[in-house]
């Protein structure tokens, strides 16, 4: 989180309406993505999250409404100006099975770049370091890697240029328990050490509510934005309908003690 | 290597050397490092530089990168916010070796790697083949035993997709062979002023050998590759594990259907392409030879022997059977990805045309030997 900076809007949707046949699954939709914040996408199944999630990276041309980036439209970015704002994961990774890891990782600095070879294999090496990749995975091929390491190899592709936007799709469906709490300590590191704004859909709990600054629930074609802890309270109908069951208690339930163990720890270090 | 695709939106970067002392003001990011770097490259390498970074507005990794490699060089970085610090310290603390990949034989040994590893494959391909041969027999041999448990809507099905659709084309081909058939015998032909047995030629060659190979080689660039892309689709999506989980073969619900309508069609299909083969050489001898339709007749009576057609006709179950195995075979040796799918219809076609070919050669050497 940037405190310290006022909030400025990186991304914001306005008036998105998605129609697949009769079925609307956006209507009117507004959305802000603050600049430097982790922001999560949840809703039911079929409730069109991403979509939207395409609709923001413009992979979706939605019928009506448009998405701005920094202000313009994202349809009206140049393909490299949009390489260079937003990078997409994938929800199977996408990697090129062709490719090796690292090549993987080098083909957009390649593409767009001026570097030499070198320092873009250096720059490939660090992002994937980034991502906790060792040499060893680097040099497999996609095929070869588990469901954690695919994730892990497609999120350092997605950085390969520094985007200022990073998109994920369902980054821990699919993941045993540690691989996904992998991803969940990633996301959030990468937001602070490289201050990039993420966008992640989710319908993973832990990481709503331990990642993310502010979840946009999807309910009936709109979103509604807030912080975790006020959503658990929300009496609003459609969060209601989504933040319910034993899934969510657990989760409620393990929040409290985390926020606990954070103001004992804070009250730890103010005693120092 | 210079950018293809359209280069990234630069942004500005200001550096400016005066003695030991390097200021750099603006953004450092990936489209702006190298001219950084190259602004400090002619520093010699004993001199240790202060750099400012106090002018420092945009940071990523790509810069981060080149102050790290200057900060191991012994310059000194002065000025850097604390979030830039934070970026380069980690930067700093990760790997920056790219893994080697193991080096590759290069020249004349490849060439002989590559010719040992495809003897040893299709070696292994033929035992291969073999067995699945043996399951099939096995799984057919089970069949007879119990024939209630034929399934027939299948058959029908295959034999739909294999057989009646593949009607207009395989008739279309037959004609088209029989025309350029024709066209080189009357040419040849006419200097001996034999032309009149152009007619003979060509229905032989179509009835004996022309129609059953055009339509096998067909089936298989058709059906062949279409059971090896069914196939292997469903053992992509684990739909081959869910059957044996059920207790059910795939040879019999998969491989069986497919092998028997194909050996129902291609008989059938190789008669039509006889019939539409000397329809097109009817038309042609009208217009070349001037020999109407009623005295065609006649003459193809008189050149052709049942057992001509005989000779073609017994070829093609004998086809249809390593069509449909080689693609069946190629389907269930799909592995996981996509990409697999594709790698084994290519080869399930590839190699069914091949053994097509052979295989008729085979027989063309066994009929002159028995006389046929």
């Known amino acids: 989180m940037t405190e310290s900076k006022p909030a400025t809007t990186v991304m914001s949707a306005r ?65 490299a100006e949009k390489a260079a704002f937003l990078g997409m994961l994938f929800q199977h990774g996408a990697l090129f099975t062709s490719l090796t890891v690292a090549e993987n990782v080098e083909l957009p600095l390649r593409e767009h770049t001026q570097l030499a070879v070198d320092e873009q294999q250096a720059l ?21 890697l588990s469901g954690g390491m695919t994730k892990r190899a497609a999120l350092a592709r997605a950085l390969a240029l520094d985007p200022r936007v990073l998109l994920l799709d369902e980054p821990t469906t699919g993941l045993d328990p540690s691989a996904a709490d992998g991803i969940d300590k990633l996301i959030r590191q990468l937001n602070e050490s490289l201050g990039v704004t993420v966008v992640v859909v989710t319908h993973d709990l832990n990481t709503l509510f331990s990642v ?38 657990y989760a409620k339930a393990a929040m409290s003690i985390m926020t606990k163990e954070a103001t004992a720890n804070k009250e730890k270090r103010n005693q120092h | 290597m210079t950018a293809i695709a359209l280069p990234l939106p630069s942004s500005s970067l200001t550096v400016t050397v005066a003695g030991d002392r390097a200021v750099l003001k603006g953004n450092l990011d990936v489209t702006t490092v190298t001219e950084a770097k190259h602004a400090l490259a002619s520093v010699p390498k004993q001199n240790k530089i202060n750099v400012d970074l106090s002018g420092l507005t945009d940071l990523d990794t790509a810069g981060s990168l080149l102050l790290c490699a200057w900060q191991t060089r012994g310059f000194t970085l002065a000025g850097l916010s604390d979030d830039h610090r934070r970026l380069v310290d980690l930067i700093a603390s990760l790997d ?27 070696l292994a391909d033929t035992v291969e083949f073999i067995s699945f041969c043996g399951k099939a027999a096995a799984a057919i041999g089970k069949l007879l035993l119990h024939p209630g448990s034929l399934r027939l809507s299948a058959i029908a099905h295959h034999i739909t997709e294999t057989g009646v659709k593949a009607l207009p084309i395989v008739g279309l081909l037959a004609v088209m062979i029989s025309i350029v058939l024709a066209y080189q015998g009357v040419a040849q032909l006419r200097a001996f002023g034999a032309q009149d047995l152009t007619i003979n030629l060509v229905a032989i060659s179509v009835l004996r050998d022309m129609a059953v190979l055009i339509t096998a080689t067909l089936v298989a660039g058709r059906s062949g590759a279409a059971f090896a892309a069914e196939i292997g689709v469903m053992q992509a999506g684990e739909e081959v594990d869910a059957i044996k989980i059920m207790g059910l073969d795939p040879m019999q619900l998969l491989v069986v259907p497919r092998l028997i309508a194909l ?49 073609g006709l017994i070829k093609a179950p004998v086809f249809a059977v390593f069509i449909a195995l080689v693609g069946c075979m190629h389907g269930l040796k799909v592995t996981g990805s996509a990409e697999s799918v594709g790698v084994e219809t290519t080869r399930a076609v590839v190699k069914s045309i091949f053994l097509v070919i052979v295989l008729d050669a085979l027989f063309s050497i066994f009929f002159e030997k028995v006389g046929l």
């Open chain 1, 15 to 79: 008036g998105i309406v998605n129609r697949f046949g009769t079925q609307t699954v956006h209507d009117q939709l507004d959305l802000d993505i603050t600049a430097g914040e982790v922001l999560g996408i949840a809703g039911g199944s079929g409730s069109g999250k991403s979509v939207l999630l395409r609709t923001l990276a413009g992979l979706h041309q939605p019928q009506a409404g448009e998405v701005l980036a920094d202000g313009r439209p994202v349809t009206s970015l140049l393909p």
């Open chain 1, 124 to 144: 490939a090496a660090i992002k994937l370091a980034l991502a906790g990749l060792d040499a060893e995975a680097c040099a497999k091929l996609p095929a070869e």
């Open chain 1, 212 to 249: 993310c600054d502010r979840v946009a629930i999807l309910a009936n074609g709109k979103v509604i934005v807030d912080t975790p802890p006020q959503l658990l309270n929300s009496k609003q109908d459609g969060v209601r309908k989504y933040l319910s069951g034993s899934r969510v208690d």
């Open chain 2, 96 to 122: 920056q070796t790219r893994p080697k990949v193991a080096a590759r034989t290069h020249g004349w040994r490849e060439f002989f790697i590559d010719v040992g590893r495809a003897g040893t494959r299709m």
């Open chain 2, 263 to 311: 050996v129902i069609t291609l008989p059938l299909l190789t008669f039509f392409a006889d019939v539409m083969g000397l329809a097109g050489n009817a038309v042609v001898s009208q217009v070349l030879l001037n020999i109407s339709p009623a005295q065609y007749v006649q003459r193809v009576r008189v050149a052709v022997d049942n057992s001509d057609m005989f000779v």
